[in-house]
């Protein structure tokens, strides 16, 4: 029979080992998280920054993007992007709801470029615009699932080229899904798949043409199909989208 100090010897191998593998785990995590992150295309991005009509901050943890004469009483859109996409990449696809609807944009700045690891509060980045009164949280892909579970904390959700993993059956907040026809990625059948855990109220537009990408301005993504759509239309249907979402909001 083994002794004591052996044992003990055996254990601490055995955690040393364990600590050794968490650590391995860890840094390859980091290492992937930084590798291929899809940078924003320069153009859409400068167009932002140029537009009189958006004022733009880059805070400590967010993106934000605020009408230049904001209304009073105004609404912020709390935004996780996707897996490894610069935030800049959502700031045109976004700026018609700054420009036209007087939306504030907050698009976070996530931990590793991956939003499902974002486990700070919501107020950590609502608290940037204190003044608005009504806040929904969105996301894109990855992003958006870590926005339905914050759905219940907010005014209403919206899902571009997402779904969620828990259920939300029950919950009284306002679900808008967007997705693309032609994404490779989170699939027409994917999103149909994943409609049950919404409530249902959800409103579901598939936009014609859209891909995964087309939600961004990053470029083409592996694995996802071919957009038929340009840049003007698919603001356009994001913007007509939330509008008609503001517009059953109390």
């Given at each position: 029979m083994?002794?004591?100090?052996l044992?003990?010897?055996r ?10 593998l968490?650590?391995l ?9 930084r590798?291929?992150v899809?940078?924003a295309?320069?153009?859409p991005w400068?167009?932002v ?10 805070a400590?943890?967010?993106l934000?993007?605020?009408?230049s004469?904001?209304e009073?009483a105004?609404t ?6 996707g ?11 976004l ?7 007087g939306?504030t944009v907050v698009i976070v700045d996530p931990?590793?470029?991956?939003s ?11 608290s940037?615009?204190p003044?608005l009164?009504?806040?929904l949280?969105g ?5 958006g699932?870590r ?17 969620c993993a ?16 032609e994404?490779?990625l989170?699939?027409?059948?994917k999103?149909?798949?994943h ?7 959800a ?6 043409g ?15 199909g071919?957009?038929?759509?340009d840049d003007a ?13 503001l517009?059953?909001?109390?």
């Amino acid at each position: 029979m083994p002794s004591l100090t052996l044992l003990r010897r055996r254990l601490l191998r055995l955690l040393a080992a364990l600590l050794t593998l968490v650590l391995l785990a860890a840094a390859g995590l980091v290492v992937w998280s930084r590798t291929g992150v899809m940078d924003a295309e320069t153009a859409p991005w400068r167009g932002v920054q140029e537009d009189p009509r958006i004022a733009e901050e880059r805070a400590d943890v967010a993106l934000v993007l605020r009408p230049s004469e904001p209304e009073p009483a105004g609404t912020g859109l709390l935004f996780y992007p996707g897996a490894k996409v610069e935030l800049e990449a959502y700031a045109a696809r976004l700026s018609g709801l700054v420009t036209e609807l007087g939306v504030t944009v907050v698009i976070v700045d996530p931990p590793l470029n991956l939003s499902l690891f974002d486990r700070r509060a919501p107020e950590r980045f609502t608290s940037i615009a204190p003044e608005l009164e009504t806040w929904l949280v969105g996301g894109h892909s990855m992003g958006g699932v870590r926005a339905c579970e914050l759905a219940e904390e907010s005014d209403a959700l919206v899902l571009l080229a997402s779904y969620c993993a828990g259920d939300l059956t029950t919950s009284q907040v306002p679900v808008l899904s967007l997705s693309g026809s032609e994404d490779g990625l989170s699939t027409p059948e994917k999103i149909a798949e994943h409609r049950e855990a919404l409530p249902g109220s959800a409103e579901m537009v598939e936009i014609a043409g859209a891909s995964h990408a087309s939600f961004g301005d990053y470029g083409p993504q592996s694995g996802d199909g071919t957009p038929t759509i340009d840049d003007a239309e698919m603001d356009a249907a994001i913007e007509d989208a939330v509008a008609e979402l503001l517009g059953t909001m109390p």
